[in-house]
């Protein structure tokens, strides 16, 4: 339970104090409700000696359980990190409609609901009345990231209740920035898994498969729901979506396939539109692709298992598992490469990897037969720019923050990878 300063502020959160610039550059995001109950979980990783890191705004994952009567939640709670459509029409959401107007008898929705799950940049309790303030920062990171159909709902229907007649859940999540697409991605699998299923069940990934049946991680790949493998078919998704020069044009310096690091089921979805327009015809940009499509995920194993030598090479006397987000293997065990299973004693974010990669697409030219080809070796290029393309992109972490989330969102950082690569090319 937080202790409230005098003015019904949070003297432990300085977000809320009165008079803060902060305060008055987040304060379209800040939503104060009265809730039931509240209760702050301890992140069991934490020295208790310490003062929680959450609170200071260094992203250690914090969580937090409410309890609110759903007519005191706010109407307009972010929902941009949602990735699931909300469609009330189905029978699970007239499920949830029956069971939030009690339509058996029972006020019992608080149990029977999963209720929220919300992402935040802060939380502050005030325990004199009751009051949770959340401060939502970046819509594409805080908000509500699973139980939009239910928080839906309860703003259409609570016109047919009382106050005090249902309550719901709330886990609010702080500091989870830069694993958020896996929280995502976790949370909302269901939508994601169905979609996958159906499209196996109708052979729509066979372009993929033929493409990739040869290379050592094929069989790690998992289409459907409950397969054996460590490699999701979405991952694949995500990868070769950095190199679709149909959607992304070489030429075009203001679009970069940043959906390919923050939103993997989006990446499904444009790859089943594609083969659902056009097929396996050289109209759909996956089968032009073919051709180069080992390579990428070569290209991928080498990035991903040379970031640590190409830092070095940039900053001699470095220490790349000093990086933040960086994770150094601990004694004796490894970590292995998504794509080669290298072994490797660190650990590189997505976020640093995904727009590198990235980068290579200015070297994919379609040829003439219609099909994607290299203009020039990927691998050479990796080596003479390779030192550079990590610094920058360390460098570009540090100016944010240190935050690796935040570099592979940012387009900028997208751009100048690319026409790093561009450029050795030209030359």
């Known amino acids: 339970m937080e202790t409230p300063s005098p003015d019904g502020g949070c003297a432990a959160y300085p977000y809320l104090e009165k008079g803060s610039t902060k305060m008055a550059r987040i304060e379209n995001c800040e939503k104060k409700f009265i809730v039931k109950s509240f209760r702050r979980i301890p992140n069991p990783y934490s020295n208790p000696e310490e003062v929680d890191s959450d609170r200071l705004g260094d992203p250690k994952p ?3 359980m409410a309890v609110v009567d759903v007519m005191n939640l706010p109407d307009d709670i972010p929902m941009k990190t949602n990735p699931r459509e909300q469609k009330l029409t189905t029978a699970v959401a007239k499920k949830i409609r029956r069971s939030l107007l009690a339509e058996d008898g029972a006020n019992n929705f608080y149990l029977l609901n999963r209720g929220l799950l919300l992402s935040a940049a802060q939380v502050a309790f005030n325990n004199y009345n009751n009051e949770l303030t959340i401060l939502f920062e970046d819509d594409e990171l805080h908000g509500d990231v699973d139980g939009g159909h239910t928080y839906k709902i309860i703003k259409e229907c609570r016109d047919q209740l009382a106050p005090g007649q249902q309550y719901v859940k709330l886990e ?11 929280l995502a991605d976790a949370r909302n699998s269901s939508v994601q898994v169905k979609d996958q299923s159906i499209a196996e069940l109708r052979n729509q990934f066979d372009i993929v498969k033929r493409a990739l049946d040869k290379e050592p991680f094929y069989k790690e790949v998992y289409f459907e729901e409950n397969a054996e493998g460590s490699i999701d ?3 694949i998704m995500q990868v070769l979506n950095m190199f679709n020069i149909d959607r992304y044009p070489v030429s075009d310096l203001s679009n970069f396939p ?3 690091y923050s939103g993997k089921k989006s990446c499904i979805d444009y790859y089943l ?3 659902r327009a056009f097929g396996e015809t050289l109209d759909n940009p996956y089968v032009k692709m073919i051709p180069i499509m080992p390579a990428i995920f070569r290209l991928f194993d080498k990035v991903e298992t ?3 030598s190409f830092y070095t090479e940039a900053n001699p ?3 790349y598992g000093a990086t933040k987000g960086v994770v150094v293997a601990k004694d ?3 970590f292995y490469s998504k794509f080669g299973d290298s072994a490797m004693d660190l650990s590189t974010p997505s976020g640093f990897i995904y727009p590198i990669v990235g980068a290579f697409r200015a070297l994919v030219v379609e040829g003439g037969d219609g099909y994607y080809r290299w203009k020039s070796d990927p691998f050479t290029i990796l080596q003479k720019v390779g030192k550079d393309l990590v610094s920058t992109t360390v460098d570009r972490s540090r100016s944010l923050g240190n935050n690796p989330n935040a570099v592979g969102k940012d387009s900028g950082n997208w751009k100048t990878l690319f026409m790093s690569v561009l450029i050795e090319v030209m030359n």
């Not at 609010?172 to 896996?182: C, N």
């Open 258 to 260: 940043t959906s390919s």
């Open 306 to 308: 040379g970031m640590s």
């Open 317 to 319: 006397g470095g220490h």
């Open 62 to 64: 914090s969580m937090y």
């Open 172 to 182: 609010i999540l702080t500091g989870i920035e830069g694993m958020f697409q896996d």
């Open 233 to 235: 078919v979405g991952e």
């Open 273 to 275: 539109k594609q083969y």
């Open 332 to 334: 004796d065990s490894k």
